[in-house]
């Protein structure tokens, strides 16, 4: 259900400890009816650890897969999921692919989990800021809705300064979508917490006419951005709305102090907020053994023979989790199927 914002309190009241994780890792989903926009307001933190920890990256490879996560986590809960949303980047520069997946709930109610990798050369990173490990490249969406669904794919240039800009230029370019993200994330040193990260953002967009992610985009031409697609009362919406999002600052949207819907009336009271059931978001990794053997029965025994290691075996570690897979040769490929089917 939804519900209408209620007007600003007139003195704010300091969070408690239970709001605060209460609001932690989840997705808040929002319109603004005077200004036919739809956007999202999300805060990791746990769930943002979890998938760092997965890894042991250097800080600005860390501080990529944190803007990478809040924007998948932005993107795929616009996305009604039935599996799976990717955001992933290939560059030419220091980090040379950056991976995230985004698993929509199993059922209402049920966190939707998030897992995300890198790949760089170590010896090519610099000290400079993080985006610029990045090189030329491109910045691409993929949603998969599962078995017998055809997966979806947009892509675009790298563009915009930022992953966030990146993103911005893909909504504008592949979709035709005016998109907007203001976000925040590092290494929280709150007082007597153990040093971690925390993310916090908003996402805003002009109401898609027609199911956003379905509609084919492409085209190679020159990159848009979002200010090329409005016109007329779009426009004055749009800039209007966009100004009010300049006034947040950085505190305001990673928290902890200041609960989503609050932020929501302080920025946009005028817009006539109105938000939905917020979407729990957690740290998950879907691999499994099960999914190494789909994934190996493609392959003849005389393939799987290339593969197997001087002790015999054939193994798999999962980029995302680190989860290591060791399998006997015997049981897996297209020639062991009768076997699997048996089991
Ligand atoms: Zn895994």
Not at 191 to 211: C, F, I, N, T, Y
Request: with cysteine; proline share 5%; net charge negative.
């Amino acid at each position: 259900m939804d519900a209408v914002c209620q007007a600003p309190k007139a003195k704010e009241t300091p969070m408690t400890l239970g709001q605060q994780i209460a609001w932690d890792d989840t997705v808040l989903p929002f319109q603004l009816d005077a200004s036919d926009m739809r956007g999202r307001v999300a805060r990791l933190d746990g769930a943002l650890n979890g998938i760092l920890k997965q890894h042991d990256y250097p800080p600005q490879v860390e501080a990529l897969v944190a803007e990478m996560a809040l924007l998948t986590a932005l993107i795929g809960q616009t996305v009604k999921l039935r599996w799976k949303l990717q955001l992933q980047v290939q560059s030419k520069g220091a980090v040379r692919m950056i991976a995230t997946d985004y698993y929509g709930p199993e059922e209402d109610g049920q966190p939707a989990r998030i897992r995300a990798y890198a790949s760089y050369d170590a010896d090519r990173l610099t000290d400079g800021p993080a985006f610029d490990q990045v090189g030329e490249g491109y910045f691409a969406i993929m949603i998969d809705q599962g078995k017998g669904m055809t997966p979806y794919q947009g892509i675009t240039p790298l563009a915009g300064g930022s992953l966030a800009g990146c993103a911005e230029a893909y909504f504008a370019q592949s979709e035709q979508l005016p998109t907007r993200f203001s976000l925040s994330f590092g290494r929280s040193t709150e007082e007597g917490v153990d040093e971690h990260w925390r993310a916090g953002g908003v996402m805003l967009q002009h109401m898609p006419k027609a199911s956003p992610f379905v509609a084919q985009g492409g085209g190679t031409g020159e990159v848009l951005q979002a200010a090329d697609l409005v016109q007329g009362d779009q426009e004055e919406n749009w800039n209007r709305v966009n100004i009010l999002l300049d006034t947040v600052e950085d505190i305001e949207l990673v928290g902890p102090s200041v609960a989503p819907a609050d932020l929501l009336l302080r920025l946009f009271s005028q817009e006539e907020p109105r938000v939905y059931d917020a979407q729990p978001v957690r740290f998950g990794c879907t691999c499994s053994e099960d999914r190494v053997r789909q994934s190996l029965s493609i392959y003849s025994a005389r393939d799987i023979e290339t593969m197997t290691t001087d002790e015999g075996r054939v193994t798999a570690d999962c980029q995302f989790c680190g989860a290591h897979y060791d399998l006997d040769p015997a049981t897996v490929g297209f020639d062991a199927a009768g076997a699997e089917d048996g089991a």
